[in-house]
């Protein structure tokens, strides 16, 4: 079984400062997804990423995906208030007629105005 | 696009009674539908993995009997908790997921408590 493991598991900032969330597996993905979650309600896709080395920029957040796909990193620049919320990446491992997603156990991000 | 939505938001039962979720997919079709448990401050907990027409497969230690998954169309799934109990309360929410079978879009959850 696949296990992803998630640095830091909480993280409080005051805003305007930049972040880093890191995500790792000793196994290799066939993509990974990032999630944003906010209280009461469901996961919200942020990103897939699918090749190694890869980078994504989403606004003020900028993904990276491993060279051997084991690893992902998702890093804040001047983090706002809005971007509270719990942080998911989730790998997905491929199977016959569906890609299983394994998640891991989050990061928790609060930021301070 | 790829909205998915899940009935009822929150729902409060007495032990011993059954309860259903629905989960929909509004805009696309859904080749697989995931349903999933969440504990306050945890990560999601997958509990089974359903694809329309077929039976579900439900994960190790998640009893079938007691959590029926339904996948009757492309666009609607539904989970029945049978026989509540006071330690079924929590947090469900349903995933769907349509070409891009890697891609999984979230309904709101449903919060169960069970009196």
């Known amino acids: 079984t696949q296990l992803l493991e998630q640095s830091p598991q909480f993280l409080s900032i005051q805003e305007g400062e930049n972040l880093t969330v890191y995500c790792n597996s000793s196994?290799?993905?066939?993509?990974l997804q990032w999630y944003r979650q906010e209280p009461g309600e469901g996961p919200v896709l942020l990103v897939t990423v699918v090749t190694g080395g890869e980078v994504k920029k989403l606004k003020r957040l900028t993904f990276q995906f491993g060279d051997a796909r084991k690893d992902s990193s998702l890093h804040i620049t001047a983090a706002q208030p809005g971007d509270t919320g719990l942080y998911l990446c989730?790998?997905?491992?491929?199977?016959?007629?569906?890609?299983?997603?394994?998640f891991g156990p989050g990061t928790s991000l609060s930021v301070i105005p | 696009g790829a909205v998915v939505s899940q009935h009822p938001s929150w729902v409060i039962c007495k032990s011993g009674t059954s309860v259903k979720i629905e989960c929909r997919s509004l805009d696309f079709q859904a080749t697989t539908m995931f349903w999933y448990r969440q504990f306050p401050k945890q990560s999601l907990m997958l509990m089974a993995t359903s694809n329309e027409g077929s039976k579900a497969t439900y994960e190790q230690g998640v009893e079938k009997d007691k959590f029926l998954i339904n996948h009757a169309s492309l666009t609607l799934s539904t989970l029945t908790v049978t026989s509540a109990h006071p330690e079924d309360s929590s947090f469900y929410i349903c995933?769907?997921?349509?070409?891009?079978?890697?891609?999984?879009?979230f309904g709101p959850g449903t919060r169960l408590t069970v009196t």
């Open positions: 995933s769907a997921s349509g070409t891009n079978s890697y891609e999984q879009y």
């Open positions: 989730a790998g997905a491992e491929m199977k016959t007629s569906y890609d299983k997603v394994i």
């Open positions: 196994s290799v993905f066939s993509s």
